[in-house]
């Protein structure tokens, strides 16, 4: 029996590997949190240095992509020790469940931190089954 977890069922985060999806953040220059409400899906990108009239948060059919332009300033004469951000044409691209609500997408730029808000459609939103039970009592000669 084969089984999987799912920790983000709204959302398919894509293998690295696929052709033109970005998955970690190694890959991609954007680190992502994610984390799910009752009835919304919130994913925080760290966008440090990111000049903010680049920033473009848009979904096309279930792909979610956050890009941007980040420009990083070369020192005259300065030899790079450590140099860990990506600088140009960043992206990361999130693959959205079906029970997103796609259309109500909303996203926030605040202090190199992007908010983006995915609600669920509440036609779709998971929900609890009360199981019922018998006790056993009833019926027993």
């Given at each position: ?36 409400g ?19 948060v ?22 790079w ?17 079906p ?21 669920v ?21």
């Amino acid at each position: 029996m084969n089984s999987r977890f799912d920790p983000a069922p709204g959302l398919d985060l894509p293998d690295p590997q696929l052709s033109g999806f970005e998955g970690p953040a190694e890959a991609s220059g954007i680190p992502v949190d994610l984390y799910h409400g009752e009835d919304h899906y919130i994913l925080n990108a760290d966008l440090p240095g990111l000049d903010p009239g680049s920033l473009h948060v848009g979904v096309r059919g279930r792909v979610l992509t956050v890009s941007g332009h980040r420009t990083l300033r070369d020192l005259a004469g300065s030899d790079w020790l450590v140099r860990d951000r990506r600088r140009g044409l960043i992206e990361r691209q999130v693959l959205l469940g079906p029970e997103v609500d796609a259309a109500n997408i909303s996203a926030q730029y605040s202090c190199g931190v992007l908010s983006v808000f995915l609600p669920v459609d509440p036609a779709r939103r998971r929900r609890k089954i009360d199981v019922r039970h018998d006790t056993g009592a009833a019926g027993a000669s």
